[in-house]
Each structure stands twice: as C-alpha cells, then as structure tokens.
C-alpha cells in the first residue's frame, strides 16, 4: 500500500505538469479539476490522499463506490466522481453516493438515476464516443444533442459536460484530435465541463479544454489486481 509520503512526492510531481500543461496553453490552474482514479485502491490509501489534499475522487465500480463512501463519511468535503459504466440494477448507488457520474450514455440509466436521486441534481458528464470505436462506450459526435435534450427533461440530473475515452495508443499526441473533437462539441452544445485524460495523456487533454482530468496511476502507482 503506498505511504503518505509517496503520495505527497506523487501529488507534488503530478501537480507541476498540470501546471505546466496549463501555462503552455494559458489556461488558469484553478480550470483544471484533478480526479484522482481510486478505484480498487483500499479506503486506507484514500485517506492518505485526503490528508494529502485531494477532495475529488474518481471509481469505476457502483458497489465500490458505495463502499468507500460510507467508509470514509467522517472526511467533510469529500467529493465523489464515477467514471465508470453502470448497470441499471446498481445505478442506485451512484444516484445516493455520487457528486459527478461521467459515464451517461444510456437514457435507461439516466431515467434510474433521475429517479433514486434524492436532494440536489446528481451532475452528469454524456460519454462521447468521439473516435467512433465500434468497441467503445459512448454516444456517436451526432447523436450527442438529442440525448442532452432528452436528459434535460428529467428532474434530478443537470447535464454539465461531456466525457470521452480516446482509443488506445502508445503516442499521447494520437488523443489530441479526439480531445479537440470533444471540445468543440462542448462549446457548440454550451457545455462546459470538458471529463478527458488520464495518466497517460492529460497533458494533452488540458492542452486541448479538459476540466476534468481523471488520473490514476500517476498518484497512487500500480492498482492492485
Ligand atoms: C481507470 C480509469 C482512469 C485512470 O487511469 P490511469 O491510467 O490509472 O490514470 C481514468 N478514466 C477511466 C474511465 C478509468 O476507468
């Protein structure tokens, strides 16, 4: 498990590239939400990047989601992000616990969502599949505006961004245009959360708008299998 120690040289490395990603593109720190990707990290470590700092939290899964948060309720201020695919029957988990979910695509879900939500709106980021993966999740660059509409007429969801996972590659410069992509689409659709990048191209991603930067490995090191 890491150290608290770790974590902060960890922190303060990850830090100075987001900084400089936001100097090269004159954009202001203070845009640039780090998540930090805790997922199948024990509640423990989470701690330790709480004392480090860190308030925004990123998981994958509903049931761990809804774990952790009830582990680490004592921590005032602590916001929590999924990021991951749900299904409808643990979509309940997301609707009590989560502050973010940046994973919307299927109006089935948001419909659950909508409807175990309790007290403010539950924000939500559309995935868009930008690059157009026959494999990927998300919603087809076209389709984006009809679903956003449709999003819209539920009570408890307030549509804030758009998410995207760009296609897997070993250059972080092949991102670049699907970032943009997303980008472009957000501004059209006045939509300004921006979910993009992870360890292996945030920098990019800020370079190009990301709000929201969801890092994992960069922080906390090799997820345990
Ligand atoms: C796991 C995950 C991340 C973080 O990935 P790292 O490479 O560890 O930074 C980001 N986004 C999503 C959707 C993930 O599932």
Known sequence: MIDTAQLEKNLEALEGRIARAC???????????????????????????????IRHFGENYAQELRDKQAALADLPGIRWHAIGPVQTKNAKYIAKAAHVFHALEKLEIAAELSKRRTGEPLDCLVEVNVAREASKAGIDHGEVAAFVEQVRALPNLKVTGLMTMPPLTEDPEAARLPFRALHALGQRLGLRELSMGSTHDFEVAIEEGATLVRVGTALFGERPA
């Open 23 to 53: 100097a090269r593109a004159g954009r202001r720190e203070a845009d640039v939400q780090l998540v930090a990707v805790s997922k199948l990290h024990p509640p423990e470590v989470l701690r330790r990047a709480y004392a480090c700092g």
